[in-house]
């Protein structure tokens, strides 16, 4: 048996975050020893430790809860597991995809300034004010 300060050594976990996946269901309850603290198996040790990966992989609690739950019944197709993941990895392309349209307007927006100018004529300052202004609004 690991107390929550043990399993969040081994995971890397923090225990206010092992407390809150308790209470979001994503951990089963601890068992609980005779001077009240939290005791956890191997398989709570394993579970959170496939939580951790999932969040670093970015998929959000209610995608964790659903895979878990597909994770029960072993013997089932595995489809709707790769839906999931083939939804989060869409979601981290657009993201990219809005990165780098960020990144080409920071270079561009960068490579126009020298930072010898006064602030009053700074490119940066007055990209940053016009962008996303609609026709009319100047």
């Known amino acids: 048996m690991l107390s ?15 407390r809150y996946y308790e209470q979001m269901g994503l951990l089963a ?49 595995c489809g709707d597991i790769d839906r999931i993941a083939a939804e989060h990895l869409s979601g981290v392309r657009e993201k990219i995809a809005k990165l780098k349209k960020l990144e080409e307007e920071l270079e561009r927006i960068v490579s126009h300034c020298d930072g010898n100018h006064a602030i009053k004529d700074c490119y ?6 016009d962008h996303g202004l609609c026709e009319g609004e100047h």
Not at 4 to 18: C, F
Not at 31 to 44: A, I
Not at 53 to 58: E, I, Q
């Open 124 to 129: 940066v300052i007055r990209s940053l004010s």
């Open 29 to 77: 309850a601890a068992t609980r020893s005779e001077g009240n603290q939290r005791r956890y198996e191997r398989s709570d040790l394993d579970r959170l430790a496939f939580i951790r990966h999932a969040r670093d992989l970015g998929l959000d609690i209610s995608a964790i809860r659903e895979l878990i739950a597909l994770g029960s019944h072993p013997q089932q197709p």
């Open 4 to 18: 929550i300060g043990d399993l969040s050594k081994r995971t890397g976990v923090k225990v206010p975050t092992i």
